[in-house]
């Protein structure tokens, strides 16, 4: 049974670009949630996808955006990136109303 | 309102001992606490979790105490084993709101061997 699977591992890009990152829930999860780890700090909540739709959303920018699949898989958009946008991005699969929450290996990305 | 205070940012225990990691919530409506282990570039790992309605849970080597009254929950680790080098995260959520946990700032557990 995969757990959580995320593309690409590693990402770097330039200030002022766009870059997609990919999830793929836990086998039987049907939402996707997506958190930002800055190095040295705890994960922060960015937005939660359920049927396709935004459930819920953190204090970040609209220059963050997603979009969740019939499938499941979800992907996060960053438009325009800052230097600040540099960190791990977590992808957390569940049921809607479960509490546990099953994290994939993040994608690292470098904005330079 | 949503803060969840963690302590200490480090720790460093002997092979064999107990680690002990704290974590303080100001949101009663919190009614959900996991804790998290993270090795470097990989993700968090659910490692056991509580609700209020319980003061303690046991999972093997891992413990859970809660306090209520106090707004407080630690993590306990016996028997603490050089494979058990990480960070820790406590964090904590609610019914409806069950996906957006929020983290405590970790903290960086060494075991000497």
């Known amino acids: 049974d995969a757990g959580v699977t995320q593309s690409p591992t590693h990402l770097i890009k330039t200030r002022g670009q766009q870059v997609t990152l990919r999830c793929s829930p836990k086998?039987?999860?049907?939402?996707v949630s997506w958190y930002q780890q800055a190095l040295g700090q705890g994960p922060q909540f960015i937005f939660q996808?359920?049927?396709?739709?935004?459930?819920q959303r953190g204090n970040f920018p609209d220059r963050f955006s997603g979009h969740q699949f019939p499938n499941y898989s979800s992907e996060l958009n960053v438009n325009a990136l800052l230097l600040g946008d540099s960190a791990l991005y977590l992808c957390?699969?569940?049921?809607?109303?479960?509490?546990?929450?099953?994290f994939g290996p993040g994608t690292r990305l470098t904005v330079l | 309102q949503q803060q969840v205070k963690q302590s200490p940012q480090s720790l460093i225990v002997q092979k064999g001992g107990i680690s002990i990691i704290n974590c303080a919530y100001e949101?009663?409506?919190?009614?959900?606490f996991p804790w998290y282990q993270q090795f470097p570039g990989k993700g968090p790992a659910l490692l056991i979790a509580?609700?209020?309605?319980?003061s303690e849970k046991k999972e093997g080597r891992f413990t859970i105490s809660f306090n209520k009254s106090a707004k407080q929950f630690s993590l306990h680790i016996m028997d603490s084993q050089p494979g058990d080098s990480a960070t820790y995260f406590c964090?904590?959520?609610?019914?409806?709101?069950?996906?957006?946990?929020?983290f405590g700032q970790g903290t960086i557990l060494t075991v000497h061997p």
């Open positions: 957390a699969s569940s049921l809607v109303y479960s509490p546990e929450q099953f």
């Open positions: 086998s039987g999860h049907d939402t």
């Open positions: 996808y359920y049927e396709e739709e935004e459930r």
């Open positions: 949101n009663t409506a919190f009614d959900y």
């Open positions: 509580i609700r209020p309605d319980v």
């Open positions: 964090a904590a959520s609610n019914y409806p709101s069950y996906g957006k946990l929020t």
